[in-house]
């Protein structure tokens, strides 16, 4: 029986947990502080707020569901002059899925950034009251250098899903924290109520201690993302070895590419084949995609960017499966039948002996041998080229394509041109 795999949580949904930790600290500690002037001056004193690592918060999924999740560390630090900024983490845990950022700590800290004002108004819902809410990207968390990406050059690597949930559980903090005043006083709850709302800014920055070392095990740099990795998801939810995550960086991928004015785009099956097309041919950084095994997706997706060319690139046996109209690559979706890729190659003038091969490489290895012999076909590996780009051509829908065929070595030794 196969272990049904764990779900996790975004990088997004556990900087929203922090946030919502860290404003609830804030502003309980501001309130303490009315009544003990010494509060804050220690860093990471606390007040009457979440008092040890290990308490809970519980946030709005987009979805409509909600999750607790813990909080690992909080603490209150002394800004001066009478400031209080409070801080809370989460560590993210991404499941069963082999994420880079599993395990990182995500820090929010919590403060109120400008002079604020109060007057008395008439509100039935939180969502009315007239406050700001600034999200700051801090140390670890990547900055946008490149157009084609969700969030604008200049601005810290915070996708928008990220940002309504952290400004959702931001409100929910600030909402919790006017409804105790509220009942404490002679209103009792009612609808609507009146309250002396504040008028300020509510600024949260998001950290990630190890942010920088983790974004260089990630694409964000050839994004346009530098000095850290992105605050990103759109459930909340991470699903264990989720093809939605791959394809979602193919698509960012292209958009920084058309963005960036890249008319030709660089598919590759994986690093060696897309090192092996950067060492010949020293494209542009923007213009190459991993596409990994999700063949079918990248060419549809770069046919629907506008892209007037694709370079193909992949070794032996991916290139075969490739030449074979196979849309996905992976051996999860069915490992190379030997026996069938004999039969292609000789269908399609390779003339291969009779006897039995085991892998794809074997193969690969005795055309290299024997390619010199009258029995087998001078141009053999540009055949399978040539097949493959017919196949990809088709579902490209005419897309101009050429492949090529990146030896074990890591160099193109073949191509459809």
């Known amino acids: 029986m196969k272990k049904k795999l764990r779900s996790g949580y975004t990088t997004g949904a556990c900087a929203a947990a922090a946030a919502k ?53 909080q603490g209150v630090r002394d800004k001066g002059r009478n400031a209080l900024a409070a801080w809370a983490s989460v560590v993210k845990d991404a499941g069963d899925d ?8 995500i820090v929010a800290e919590a403060r109120i950034a400008r002079k604020c004002r109060s007057e008395e108004v008439t509100v039935v819902a939180i969502h009315e009251l007239p406050l700001r809410i600034d999200i700051k990207g801090g140390k670890g968390v990547g900055m946008v250098t490149k157009p084609g990406l969700p969030v604008p050059v200049g601005e810290p690597a915070i996708n928008p899903v990220p940002k309504k949930m952290i400004t959702e559980a931001v409100m929910e903090a600030i909402e919790d924290s006017y409804k105790l005043q509220v009942k404490s006083d002679k209103f009792k709850d009612p609808t609507p109520y009146t309250l002396y709302a504040t008028r300020c800014t509510m600024e ?12 260089k095990k990630t694409l964000n740099s050839r994004l346009g993302i530098d000095g850290g990795i992105s605050i990103l998801g759109t459930t909340g939810i991470v699903k264990p070895v989720s093809s939605e995550a791959w394809t979602a960086t193919i698509t960012s991928s292209m958009d920084v590419a058309r963005a960036a004015g890249r008319k030709e785009v660089v598919l590759s099956a994986g690093r060696t084949s897309e090192k092996a097309h950067m060492k010949k041919f020293n494209f542009p950084e923007e213009s190459y995609v991993l596409m990994g095994d999700y063949l079918e997706f990248s060419l549809r997706e770069a046919k629907k960017h506008g892209f007037k060319r694709i370079h193909l690139c992949a070794q032996w046996a991916k290139m075969v499966k490739i030449a074979m109209a196979t849309p996905q ?15 292609f190659l000789n269908s399609n003038g390779i003339i291969m002996p009779v006897r039995e091969f085991n892998t794809a490489r074997e193969i690969f290895d005795f055309i290299l041998l024997k390619r010199d012999v009258g029995a087998i076909h001078e141009l053999p590996l540009q055949k399978v ?22 030896s074990y070595d890591g160099e193109i030794i073949a191509g459809s041109e």
């Open 21 to 73: 930790a860290a404003v609830t600290l804030l502003l309980q500690n501001t309130e303490d502080r009315v009544q003990n002037t010494d509060i804050g001056k220690k860093e990471d004193s606390l007040g009457s707020g979440l008092r040890v690592p290990g308490s809970e918060v519980e946030i709005p999924f987009p979805d409509g569901s909600r999750v607790k999740f813990r909080v690992k560390g």
């Open 98 to 105: 082999p994420d880079v950022t599993n395990g990182a700590e």
């Open 204 to 215: 949260i920055t998001i950290f990630v201690p190890n942010g920088e070392e983790l974004a």
């Open 329 to 343: 690559t992976h051996v999860r979706f069915g490992a190379i039948d030997i026996k069938k890729a004999v039969e």
């Open 385 to 406: 080229c040539n097949a493959a780009r017919q196949y990809a051509k088709e579902i490209a829908e005419g897309v101009y394509v050429i492949t090529y065929l990146v």
